[in-house]
């Protein structure tokens, strides 16, 4: 009778043997690139998980915000601008079909190899040819919270969601966000710092977060409750509530993975989970209440911001003669809330922070701004902003630096080549077979030496001539291209115009780090962390 090791060893054996062909099948598949192997699959949300409650470790798991923190090191390491990602543990492999969305099919335990690029030709080609590499919907089900939305849709779905909300991002309502940009931090000057001449906080989010849910609230992109916000008045929790609009917010996309992929049971078992959930139904019950009010309001008015167009979708039948359900709008309106005012609040910080790190940059912003606005007649008008281009080329080092998505998935909808650079000149051709996933890697491309002299410096002159523009994507780019690029930097170049000209930024001094040199100081400063945006 045979012993129970006498079966294990024999089958543990060829399941050993099934593994390692299949390694070097899924090798073979992108023409065996160097790159990278981890036990578990950091680009699923399960492996995100997974590298946030462990540390980083070689070949377990890359730890959090892994892809930010190597930047290009992998591809240098490799000798050209792709490399691949072999991950034994993954268990997902994706499948395009007619409509461009992708399905998902678990294959655990099961290695599999993704193809990370960090080269600019290759990566536009990506991103133009979307019938040949569309956005793989099922990496992005974490943002579907509320329900489906423009970011999380591919195909004919996409498509419905763009027409809806294009519309009211227009240079009228840009000029609108200027000037509402500068009311509200004039405001902030007046009511609330009034005439200190130092204002001390302990983490610029005390700034910044507000600033940023006041602009999107008062530019009606999505408003906050129908009215202007002020900061002597809506920062408190309202009657009904446990907390605040913007800390529930900010609580909630600061630890989405965690809220998705958290079982209900278990939601309320430490402080943490317990908060999350609650900022969950908070923000919900914030956005159904902004829907129900504008609803409600006595005298309908004509508008033409995108808040009115989700309803207005809401109500009426589109093209495809379907209105967009409860679900839809809902989710939308989570969508932009979050890329309007939790991204736009860290990269201010990101802002503030490189700013005080280098006063000599600082000052040469100053003096542009002064210039500029000493030729003005009162206070700079949307059609000055184009004057201000020294406030544009700092911001985009900055975004450089603080790119909101670290990285941009594709899959490949059939069999396909792609070519990339080598680091000593020649060109590398890589077979990219059917269902293989895509890391349009933007951090690795934002500090590849083959486009950008220095890469980790602070040089913001670099932008005021000609500079790679196809090596720089934190909008992403082509059709797919963030919708609020524009709408993000009319209120940030308005911010730093304001804050600038009237304040020097500084780095709170503290006793316990008198003694840090630049470089732990700058690391200290500006140590981040990664959930759904850079933090």
């Not at 050993?16 to 065996?32: D, E, F, K, P, Y």
């Not at 524009?486 to 780095?507: G, K, Q």
């Amino acid at each position: 009778m045979p012993t129970v090791l006498s079966v294990i060893l024999p089958v543990s054996g060829l399941f050993l043997i099934s593994l390692l062909l299949q390694l070097r099948r899924v090798a073979r598949s992108v023409g065996n690139l160097a790159g990278l192997f981890f036990l578990i699959g950091p680009n699923t949300d399960s492996g995100e998980l997974i590298a946030r409650i462990a540390p980083s470790a070689r070949y377990l798991t890359p730890g959090t915000a892994w892809m930010q923190k190597r930047k290009y090191r992998d591809f240098a390491a490799a000798g050209k601008d792709a490399i691949s990602l072999v991950n034994l543990l993954d268990g997902i492999e994706g499948t395009a079909n007619s409509d461009q969305t992708v399905s998902q099919v678990t294959a655990f335990p099961w290695p599999k190899s993704d193809l990370l690029l960090a080269d600019a030709a290759a990566i536009k080609e990506v991103t133009t040819l979307r019938a040949k590499f569309p956005k793989p919907v099922y990496r992005y089900a974490i943002l579907t919270v509320f329900g489906p939305n423009i970011v999380a849709s591919e195909g004919a779905q996409w498509k419905k969601y763009r027409k809806i909300t294009a519309p009211p991002f227009s240079e009228k309502n840009y000029k609108f966000v200027w000037d509402e940009t500068i009311h509200i931090v004039t405001d902030l000057f007046d009511s609330i710092w009034r005439d200190k001449s130092s204002i001390v906080v302990d983490h610029c989010l005390d700034i910044t977060l507000p600033l940023a849910l006041f602009i999107i609230g008062a530019a009606e992109v999505i408003p906050g409750f129908g009215r202007r916000m002020t900061w002597t008045s809506d920062l408190v929790v309202p009657p009904g509530y446990q907390m605040a609009f913007k800390d529930a917010l900010h609580i909630l996309s600061s630890n989405l993975s965690l809220y998705i992929l958290l079982p209900r049971w278990a939601r309320n078992l430490t402080k943490l989970t317990k908060e999350v959930h609650l900022a969950s139904v908070e923000v919900k019950k914030y956005m159904l209440e902004m829907v129900q009010a504008r609803r409600n309001a006595d005298k309908a008015e004509e508008r033409h911001d995108l808040f009115s167009g989700l309803l207005d979708a809401a109500r009426h039948e589109q093209d495809d003669g379907t209105a967009l359900t409860k679900d839809e709008l809902i989710g939308n309106m989570f969508i932009f809330l979050l890329a309007g005012h939790e991204t736009t609040a860290h990269t201010l910080c990101f802002t503030f922070a490189l700013l005080a790190l280098h006063p000599d940059e600082q000052e040469r912003l100053y003096e542009q701004n002064k210039g500029v606005i000493a030729s003005l007649n009162g206070i700079p008008m949307y059609e000055d902003m184009g004057r201000f281009t020294y406030s544009f080329a700092d911001l985009q080092p900055i975004i450089r630096y603080d790119y909101k998505i670290v990285s941009i998935p594709k899959i490949a909808a059939g069999d396909t080549i792609l070519t990339v650079n080598n680091i000593d000149g020649g060109k590398t051709t890589v077979p990219v077979p059917s269902g293989t996933d895509i890391e349009l890697n933007v951090s690795a491309l934002h500090y590849n030496p083959r486009y950008w002299k220095d890469p980790h410096r602070f040089i913001p002159e670099r932008f005021l001539g000609d500079w790679p523009k196809d090596a720089f994507i934190p909008f992403s780019q082509g059709a797919r291209a963030c919708i609020g690029r524009r709408f993000f930097e009319t209120e940030s170049v308005a911010i730093m115009t304001m804050l600038v000209s009237n304040y020097r930024i500084e780095v709170k001094e503290e006793p316990e780090f008198a003694g840090e040199t630049f470089e732990e100081r700058y690391a200290r400063v500006t140590a981040f962390d990664h959930a759904i945006t850079t933090l």
